[in-house]
């Protein structure tokens, strides 16, 4: 069962692609494909850009960069076969009036240099030497590497802030500023959320995390998650208004997740910021997969994105 459940997540994290790509289908809203994004930080890609349903030239929307762009909207061109739903989350919670209107931006992962791209630079850098050189030794699979390139975290943060959100203020409608852009991801994605929103605090409200991977790698490492730990411990005083939302099951991958995120959760507690602003939920049963973030993604969309009673 344990070599079933490696090999699960050896293939999840590998962000399997084809060859060519099909370009998804939305069931709510519209979605625009900018094809050969040209980068001077990370290998050029495509973003997908999803509209909510009345998009309008005429009001302004809030944005949401998530990455592993190429799972969010249509099971049908993804490698496993699942999506999070995010046009049909999206689009019900808009329409009902609970949130703001947003739009989102999925980002596309760099494929094997998924772990190279998402691993908090800093926090590896940070590692002794020895440390790292063992870390590059490690293997997704016989004869392919974990990390594929050297990690390179903090090329693709200045990606997304100084490429990718210019763009997107610069040719749809929307609210320009930190207070209206969020960042969200799971996994890997989980990871590189919460570091972009430390490294960049003045350029996001918020950042989504679910089902982070705190082990960083395939199996608990002590030394990996205490320099997670020890890195958030020191730069989280950086954050003054932000919200930040975790949260973890149980199954698949995620059982390795609950006593890690609640350690995660005491460095918040201990240095007091604000229960208002951050959210750590457990969910008995999920498990590591996107239908299960589809599932509650509802949760954390709403506590980023929850709409003015008073404008109701």
């Not at 997908?48 to 909207?73: A, C, E, Q």
Request: charged share 20%; glycine share 6%.
């Amino acid at each position: 069962m344990f070599k079933k459940l490696i090999c699960l997540t050896l293939m999840l994290f590998s962000g399997v692609t084809f060859a060519n790509v099909i370009i998804p289908e939305v069931s709510e809203g519209q979605l625009d494909v900018k094809k050969n994004f040209s980068s001077k930080y990370v290998k050029s890609r495509f973003l997908n850009i999803w509209l909510p349903p009345g998009y309008s030239k005429t009001r302004k929307y809030d944005v949401l960069y998530m990455h592993d762009g190429r799972m969010l909207f249509d099971a049908k061109t993804t490698w496993n076969k699942q999506e999070w739903q995010v046009d049909e989350v999206a689009a019900k919670l808009i329409q009902s009036g609970k949130v703001k209107p947003f739009i989102v931006v999925g980002i596309p992962n760099a494929v094997e240099n998924r772990h190279s791209e998402y691993f908090p630079q800093k926090v590896f850098e940070s590692l002794a030497k020895q440390k790292q050189a063992n870390l590059y030794e490690l293997e997704r699979y016989p004869g392919q590497k974990l990390f594929y390139s050297k990690v390179y975290s903090d090329n693709y943060a200045r990606f997304v802030v100084e490429e990718v959100i210019p763009f997107i203020e610069n040719n749809y409608s929307v609210n320009k500023g930190f207070e209206h852009r969020y960042i969200a991801g799971s996994s890997m994605g989980g990871l590189i959320s919460w570091y972009t929103l430390l490294q960049y605090p003045n350029e996001f409200a918020g950042a989504i995390c679910m089902s982070t991977h705190w082990p960083g790698i395939f199996t608990y490492d002590k030394q990996v998650f205490t320099a997670f730990k020890q890195y958030i411990s020191d730069n989280i005083g950086k954050l003054t208004t932000q919200k930040i939302y975790f949260d973890y099951g149980d199954g698949t991958l995620d059982s390795m997740y609950p006593d890690l995120q609640k350690q995660i959760d005491n460095v918040f507690m201990q240095h007091g910021y604000p229960t208002s602003l951050w959210q750590s939920q457990y969910f008995p049963g999920a498990t590591h997969a996107e239908v299960d973030w589809a599932k509650r993604l509802q949760i954390p969309l709403e506590f980023m994105f929850r709409a003015n009673t008073q404008a109701l």
